[in-house]
């Protein structure tokens, strides 16, 4: 589908920069061969909208017989999605999904009451190098969906809105915006962009969303005459008609964000809560270890390995 005309993008002058609330610089984890950075959560921000994790993964280039190898784990109290540009991923959970995911494809994990599931690159028929670029992103579930049931939902790349216009190409992966809705059902309302820009092209941020937060993966973009490279998160201010346009290299930039949850979340691990308790019921419940009868279960096909809960 087309870019709508009617979208006429404003770029904020003088003041008007003041729009930007926080600027984040992702911290940069090397994982041997394997950089991550991570943008969410932040000292100064844990959350822009329901998006409280956001990684980016890579680039690298994987050798045959190395590349991601992340054994099962468990999740509550979250959404996951992995996006990918480059390469492909193996996950597999404790609801007996066994999926790859690929660049430009939704898969959407659900944790609820709880979820095992691991993220392997460990495809038997791949013999040259493999390119891996992706986000990897959690969004916290609100309190009314916490206990609900996990599930796995899965959106291939053309079945995604795409607006496509005016030197951008945008593809809508998760909730609406711009008049568009993505196909995969959220438990609260949001918007996650992919959105790629030639140079000197512009684009608005929804204006029907509290949250709005921008991410730059590559080029660089201007907002009031100030750039931001690559490898940068933007958080704006609520109800304030903002711009963005691409430097002389264009860009490809994520945005994200939608309606705040009821209050601010705990953390640890890889369980997201409102409740410390929560917190400590999961993590008794993986430290029992009880695959068969207890609250989580080992993905079928993958239940040789685990990853133990952390000592701290």
Known sequence: MSWNPALDPHCPTGDEVDAIETVIIPRARDLGGFEVRRALPAPRRQMVGPFIFF?????????????????????????????LYRGRMHHRDSLGTDAWIEPGAVNWMVAGHGITHSERTDDATQTETMPFFGIQ?????????????????HAPADAL?????????????????????????????????????????????????????????????TVAGETFEAGRMMVFRPGDRVSLRAGP??????????ETLEGSRYIWWNFVASSKERIEEAKEAWRAGD???????LPPGDDAEFIPLPEK
Not at 61 to 66: A, D, G, H, I, M
Not at 137 to 153: G, Y
Not at 249 to 258: D, K, P
Not at 291 to 297: T, V
Request: hydrophobic content about 40%.
């Open 249 to 258: 290299q264009g860009a490809r930039i994520m945005l994200l964000g939608g």
């Open 161 to 221: 809105p795409v607006l496509d216009g005016e030197g951008k190409r945008v593809r809508l992966i998760l909730g609406s915006a711009w008049g568009e809705r993505a196909p995969v059902n959220t438990a609260s309302e949001m918007f996650y962009v992919d959105a790629r820009l030639e140079p000197g092209a512009a684009i608005p941020l929804p204006e029907d969303h509290e949250d709005r937060g921008v991410y730059v993966v590559e080029g660089a973009v």
């Open 137 to 153: 992103t959690w969004v916290a579930l609100p309190k009314d969906h916490e206990d609900r049931a996990p599930e796995f939902e």
């Open 55 to 83: 990684d980016q993964m890579g680039p690298a280039e994987f050798l045959p017989t190395r590349g991601l190898d992340v054994r099962p784990h468990p999740h509550i109290g979250l959404a996951t999605i992995s996006y």
């Open 291 to 297: 695959w068969q009868n207890g609250r989580f279960h």
